[in-house]
Structure formats: C-alpha cells, structure tokens
C-alpha cells in the first residue's frame, strides 16, 4: 500500500513525516509527499470561489495525478493508494479523490474539505466512491477551516457512497490530534491489501 501525504500551507513533507509517519508506525505503507511550490497548494482559503486559486489549484492537482499515475507504474494499483492530507493539503486530496473517476484504497483529510464556496453546486455524484473509507475530521473552531465546510464535504460523500467517517473535536487546535490518528489507523488497516 502506498499513501499521498500531502502537507499543509506552510508547511513541508518533513512536517507531515512528524505528524503522520513517525506516530502511525506502519512500515508496511510506502509513503510520498510531494511538495509545493512556496509551500503553498493554491493562494487563497479553499472556500473561496474556484477561480480565485487558479491556476495553481488545477497544477496542484495535476501534481496529485501525476505521482498517483507515476505509483501505479511502480506496482500499486489505485486501490491500494490512500490519499492523506492536513489542511491545505486535506482540502486537495479531497477535491482531488472527488474529481477522479476511479476507487482510492481511502482519503484521509484532517481538518479540511472539498474545495469551493458554501453552497456551491456539485451536480455529479462519483459512483466510484461507493463503500470507499473516508475520513473527514476537524475541530469544533479551527481557525482556518469552517466547521460547516467539512460538515458539508461529509455530506457529499455520504450522498455518494461513501463510507465516511466524521471526526469533530473540541477547541481550536490546529492539528492533528491523537483521536483521529486512531480513526485513520482503522481505516488505513481496513483497506489494505490482503494477502492471498
């Protein structure tokens, strides 16, 4: 199993390996994280209308598409790639496993959503997104990330098929916290490839 772990605004792969890698403790996953560009995804709030982030919003996720495409080559089919991402980096994976039109072994966005508006309509529903693990978690008041955002993103993909779990903690801390490392432990053992 491989896993995208994409970091946040300000922040570097080096970041996310502290957070994520070094306290999952799962040497069975292959782990790679791009960077961005001025350790920035796209300029503005992920809830700003779309055109505000563009281009960088399209190059970013063409960045995902690439290296997900680059480790099907290496031998892990789609199914066995998990998409884990923290803020900005959370808010990317998920639009990015949204747009795609085939099944991710899991998301795992901590403290993020799908990109776009309040309100914004998205008339498609991705049938390939059907019993996938998802994983959406923030806190009660983050400061960067409405709560309402990531309440609505669950909802998609609940619409979609999804197996969604919401993770909601109290406070304000903006971080990724030990509960929905657990979560993401569960889920993470749930979709990997089992032996024949």
């Known amino acids: 199993m ?19 890698v070094e306290r999952c403790g799962r040497p069975d996953i292959a782990w790679f994280a791009p960077a961005a560009a001025d350790s920035s995804w796209y300029p503005e709030r992920f809830i700003e209308p779309l055109e505000r982030n563009e281009p960088r919003l399209s190059q970013a996720l063409e ?11 290496l031998g892990f089919p789609y199914a066995s790639q998990v998409l ?3 803020s900005q980096g ?15 072994g899991a998301l795992l966005a901590f403290t993020g959503g799908l990109i776009g508006p309040p309100g914004m309509p998205r008339p498609v529903m991705p049938q390939h997104l059907r019993d996938m693990p998802v994983l959406l978690s923030t806190c009660e008041a983050d ?11 669950a909802r998609w993909f609940r ?18 916290r030990d509960t929905e490392l657990t979560f993401a432990q569960a889920a993470l053992t749930l979709c990997a490839p089992q032996a024949d």
């Open 143 to 153: 400061p960067h990330v409405p709560l309402d955002s990531v309440q609505d993103s």
């Open 84 to 86: 884990i991402g923290f």
């Open 159 to 176: 619409a979609a098929g999804a197996d969604v779990r919401l993770v909601v903690e109290p406070g304000c801390d903006h971080a990724i």
């Open 2 to 20: 491989a896993a995208i772990l994409v970091h946040g605004r300000g922040q570097s792969p080096a970041l996310m390996k502290q957070m994520v």
């Open 90 to 104: 959370a808010c990317l994976c998920t639009e990015f496993v949204w747009r795609q039109d085939r099944r991710y």
């Open 63 to 73: 960045r995902l598409e690439v290296l997900s495409r680059e480790l099907l080559a």
